[in-house]
T-cell receptor, first 119, second 115 residues
Framework: NAGVMQNPRHLVRRRGQEARLRCSPM?????VYWYRQLPEEGLKFMVY????????ESGMPKERFSAEFPKEGPSILRIQQVVRGDSAAYFC?????????????????FGPGTRLTVL | AQSVSQHNHHVILSEAASLELGCNYS??????LFWYVQYPGQHLQLLLK??????LVKGIKGFEAEFIKSKFSFNLRKPSVQWSDTAEYFC?????????????FGTGTRLTVIP
C-alpha cells in the first residue's frame, strides 16, 4: 500500500512564476490536508479538502494561493506569482475519514513534502 | 493565543540516556494529542496519539507519552535512547474549535544521540 505521494520533491521558481504542488493520498483516503513549514518554524495548517470540496481554508493566504482535490487525480496546491517569502516545505497529509474528537480523529499520514525555493 | 509549545529546541544525549521532551498546549475543550517524528531525509511518521482513556500512551520504538490534563501537557519519554533515535520530534494537537481536525504543531525538538 503506497504512502502519500508528493511531487515534485524540489521545485525552484523565480519571483512572479507559478508553482504547482501535487499530492496523491493513500489509497482509500478521501481527506487531504496541506501544511506549510517555514524555516525554523513548525508545520502550519493551510487547507483541508475532501473530493471536489474545500472544507476549511482558514490557513490559506487570501491571495495567490488556491487548492483543489478533483474527483479524479491528485490534490493540487497552486501558488501564483510566487515571492521569496513563499519559500518553504509544503506537506500534504491524508486520512480515510473525518471522525469527531471524542471518538479519536483518524491519523493523518504525511507525504515527503515539496521544498519550494523562490529565487 | 492558542498554541503548542515545545520548550526544548535542541537536545543532545548519549546513548542509553533517558529522554523527556516537553509539550504544552493552550487549547481548552476536547483535544486529541500526537507526537510525530521525522528522521533525517524522511517524512513525518506517527509515534503515538491520545484521545481518551489511560493517560499513559505507549507508542512505537519504545516511546511513551503522558497526558496531564491539569497541566495541559503531553510529554514524550523514552527510558533509554539509541543513536537511531536521532530525529526531529513534533508535538501536535487537534482541538475541536474548527471541526476540520487539522493539526496544530509545535516548532519541533531536534534530538541528537551521540554513540
Amino acid at each position: 500500500n503506497a504512502g502519500v505521494m508528493q511531487n515534485p520533491r524540489h521545485l525552484v521558481r523565480r519571483r512572479g512564476q507559478e508553482a504547482r504542488l501535487r499530492c496523491s493520498p493513500m489509497k482509500g483516503h478521501s481527506h487531504v490536508y496541506w501544511y506549510r513549514q517555514l524555516p525554523e518554524e513548525g508545520l502550519k495548517f493551510m487547507v483541508y479538502l475532501q473530493k471536489e470540496n474545500i472544507i476549511d481554508e482558514s490557513g490559506m493566504p487570501k491571495e495567490r494561493f488556491s487548492a483543489e482535490f478533483p474527483k479524479e487525480g491528485p490534490s493540487i496546491l497552486r501558488i501564483q506569482q510566487v515571492v521569496r517569502g513563499d519559500s518553504a516545505a509544503y506537506f500534504c497529509a491524508s486520512s480515510p475519514r473525518w471522525r469527531p474528537l471524542a471518538l479519536g480523529a483518524d491519523t493523518q499520514y504525511f507525504g515527503p513534502g515539496t521544498r519550494l525555493t523562490v529565487l | 493565543a492558542q498554541s503548542v509549545s515545545q520548550h526544548n529546541h535542541h537536545v543532545i544525549l548519549s546513548e542509553a540516556a533517558s529522554l523527556e521532551l516537553g509539550c504544552n498546549y493552550s487549547y481548552g475543550g476536547t483535544v486529541n494529542l500526537f507526537w510525530y517524528v521525522q528522521y533525517p531525509g524522511q517524512h513525518l511518521q506517527l509515534l503515538l496519539k491520545y484521545f481518551s482513556g489511560d493517560p499513559l500512551v505507549k507508542g512505537i520504538k519504545g516511546f511513551e507519552a503522558e497526558f496531564i490534563k491539569s497541566k495541559f501537557s503531553f510529554n514524550l519519554r523514552k527510558p533509554s535512547v539509541q543513536w537511531s533515535d536521532t530525529a526531529e520530534y513534533f508535538c501536535a494537537v487537534i482541538a475541536d474549535q474548527t471541526g476540520a481536525n487539522n493539526l496544530f504543531f509545535g516548532t519541533g525538538t531536534r534530538l541528537t544521540v551521540i554513540p
